[in-house]
C-alpha cells in the first residue's frame, strides 16, 4: 500500500535556530501533499497545502514566511519551521495524495519537534 | 465555514459493545468524508471513507459508517468492539473534488475495557 515518511522523527532544537522537516512518498507518486499540525490532545489542523513544482498555499493565519514548504519533486515535500520559538513545539505531520485521481490522503508518522 | 464536530472526547466500553461515534460536517457544496483510527504510537490509518453512491460504508476492521446527507452526520459504528479497538478517532471531510486539504474533528478517544 502507500506508504508516507517523515524525516527525522523527533527533533530538539534551540530557540532562535531553523528545523527543516522532510516528507516522502515512497511507492507513489504525489502531485499534493499536505502538512498539519497536532497540538497534545487536539486535532489535526491543516497548515498548507503543497502542489509539486508550484508555490504551496496556506491556510489562514499560518505565517508563510515561517513556515516555509518547498514540494520539489513527485515524492518530496520539506517543511522547514524558521526561527523556532517555543511556542512552534508540536507534532508536525503530512500527508500525500496521489497522482492518480483516488484523491486518498496517505499520512506519514509525524514528526515531533520541542524548541527549547 | 468549514467544520467537523465529533460529539465525544472520551468514550469507554466493555469488550463485545457496540459503538457509535457521532460526527456532524458543515461544508459548503459536495463533501468527502473519511474516518481516521491512530493507535498509540502510531501514524493516521483510513478506516472508511465517503465519496458518492452508497451512503452506508464499509470499512475495515467491522467498521461502518451511514452518510445521512439531511442531517449533515457521518457517525462510525461498530457492532461489537475489541480490546484492540483503543485508540483515537477522527472523522474529517473535504471538498468534494478531492485535492484539498481535510478538514478534522477534535477526535474521540475510545478506550475498551477487557
Known amino acids: 500500500g502507500a506508504v508516507v515518511s517523515q524525516h527525522p522523527s523527533r527533533v530538539i532544537c534551540k530557540s532562535g535556530t531553523s528545523v527543516k522537516i522532510e516528507c516522502r512518498s515512497l511507492d507513489f507518486q504525489a502531485t499534493t501533499m499536505f502538512w498539519y499540525r497536532q497540538f497534545p490532545k487536539q486535532s489535526l489542523m491543516l497548515m498548507a497545502t503543497?502542489?509539486?513544482?508550484?508555490?504551496?498555499?496556506?491556510e489562514q493565519g499560518v505565517e508563510k514566511d515561517k513556515f516555509l514548504i518547498n514540494h520539489a519533486s513527485l515524492t518530496l515535500s520539506t517543511l522547514t519551521v524558521t526561527s523556532a520559538h517555543p511556542e512552534d513545539s508540536s507534532f508536525y505531520i503530512c500527508s500525500a495524495s496521489e497522482t492518480s485521481g483516488s484523491y486518498e490522503q496517505y499520512f506519514g508518522p509525524g514528526t515531533r519537534l520541542t524548541v527549547t | 465555514a468549514q467544520s467537523v464536530s465529533q460529539h465525544n472526547h472520551h468514550v469507554i466500553l466493555s469488550e463485545a459493545a457496540s459503538l457509535e461515534l457521532g460526527c456532524n460536517y458543515s461544508y459548503g457544496g459536495t463533501v468527502n468524508l473519511f474516518w481516521y483510527v491512530q493507535y498509540p504510537g502510531q501514524h493516521l490509518q483510513l478506516l472508511l471513507k465517503y465519496f458518492s453512491g452508497d451512503p452506508l460504508v464499509k470499512g475495515i476492521k467491522g467498521f461502518e459508517a451511514e452518510f445521512i446527507k439531511s442531517k449533515f452526520s457521518f457517525n462510525l459504528r461498530k457492532p461489537s468492539v475489541q480490546w484492540s479497538d483503543t485508540a483515537e478517532y477522527f472523522c474529517a471531510a473535504g471538498s468534494g473534488g478531492g485535492a484539498d486539504g481535510l478538514t478534522f474533528g477534535k477526535g474521540t478517544h475510545l478506550i475498551i475495557q477487557p
Open positions: 503543497s502542489n509539486e513544482g508550484s508555490k504551496a498555499t496556506y
